[in-house]
């Protein structure tokens, strides 16, 4: 097993150390001598607060932290930035930057998700990603599961690369573009016949000189829902030039998942998951500790 050391600045103020053992240098693909050589993966993560959110962040950030050379943009929905994701962020050691951006409060616009959160985060890049140096962004929502060789398939993007997601849920199991001679011809995926892009969010991941070449490119509330990705690519590309990655598409690295919100949490916001803070929270709900008969005389210590 190899391991490498590497210090840099992270947006989160101080010098990180990491020290990884990956996936990546085990399996050959990586060469610990010329990492910082490799592009740079921006990886671009909305979220919002949820009961599921801290979790799901968890999962998330154990993935991202084993691979290399990666900067994680995560952008919250909202006006304020939170201080537990932001403490789960520092914690993590992972390269970072913290944002924030609201969706509209109009409900016809906010069944698009993530739209202005991954906007910002485009913006963020456009101003601050060294020109020159090549880098690849993809857009991760926080709820999905990635293996780690999906960021050693996204490293090699030229343009726009595309590849098959994994769907734990609804009618179809997988979404994967068809490929015919090495070239995308088509899709499997619904709707494939009234979309010229059928891909999902997870689907796709495009070299950071795309954003600089397509200066307004970015991702609109005017777009029917499910069809965020449609746009967003015709902007730049066309099928022809989709460069297919995961073994000529034959390989799943990626699942989108639908976490079901759990319906006693619903409202609740904000959680600060440490256990006396939940037992203050319990106290406060009387009816929740009603209908799990919570012993009172405990409750109340
Ligand atoms: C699907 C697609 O995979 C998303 O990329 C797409 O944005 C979304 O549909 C859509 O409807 O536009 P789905 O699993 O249904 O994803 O959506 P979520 O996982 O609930 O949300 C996608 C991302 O946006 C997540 O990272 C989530 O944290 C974030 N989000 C969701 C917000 O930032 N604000 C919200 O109000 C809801
Ligand atoms: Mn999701």
Not at 93 to 117: D, E, F, H, M, N
Not at 194 to 218: E, P, S, T, W
Not at 261 to 282: E, G, Q, T
Request: hydrophobic share 40%; net charge positive.
């Amino acid at each position: 097993m190899l391991f490498y050391i590497s210090s840099y600045q992270g947006s989160g103020g101080g010098t990180f150390y990491d020290v990884r053992c990956t996936q990546e240098s085990a399996t050959g693909v990586f060469n610990h001598t010329n990492v910082l050589d490799l592009p740079m993966l921006y990886i671009i993560t909305p979220t919002y607060d949820r009961p599921t959110q801290i979790p799901d962040l968890v999962r998330l950030s154990n993935t991202l932290r084993n691979v290399r050379n990666l900067h994680w943009i995560v952008v919250e929905d909202g006006l304020n930035l939170s201080n537990h994701v932001k403490s789960l962020l520092q914690d993590s050691k992972i390269l970072y930057t913290y944002l924030s951006a609201s969706s509209p409060s109009s409900y016809v616009k906010r069944r698009l998700k993530g739209i202005a959160q991954r906007n910002k985060a485009l913006s963020w890049i456009r101003k601050n990603h060294q020109k020159g140096l090549d880098a690849v962004s993809y857009f991760a929502d926080d709820d999905n599961s990635y293996t780690l060789e999906l960021f050693s398939e996204i490293r090699k993007t030229k343009k726009i690369s595309v590849f098959p997601v994994g769907f734990t849920g609804g009618d179809m199991t997988f979404q994967a573009p068809m490929i015919e001679n090495g070239k995308v011809v088509g899709f499997y995926a619904w709707a494939h016949d009234i979309r010229v892009f059928a891909v999902d969010m997870a689907g796709f991941a495009l070299n950071v000189r795309v954003l600089f070449d397509y200066q307004k490119m970015m991702f609109s509330y005017t777009t029917p829902a499910g069809m965020n990705e449609e746009y967003f690519l015709k902007q730049c590309c066309t099928v022809d030039e989709l460069e297919p990655l995961a073994n000529n598409c034959t390989k799943i690295l990626v699942w989108h998942i639908r976490t079901q919100s759990p319906k006693l949490a619903k409202n609740i916001s904000n959680i600060d998951w440490n256990v006396s803070s939940l037992i203050k929270r319990l106290k406060i709900n009387t009816k929740i500790y009603k209908r799990n008969r919570i012993n009172e005389n405990i409750l109340m210590r």
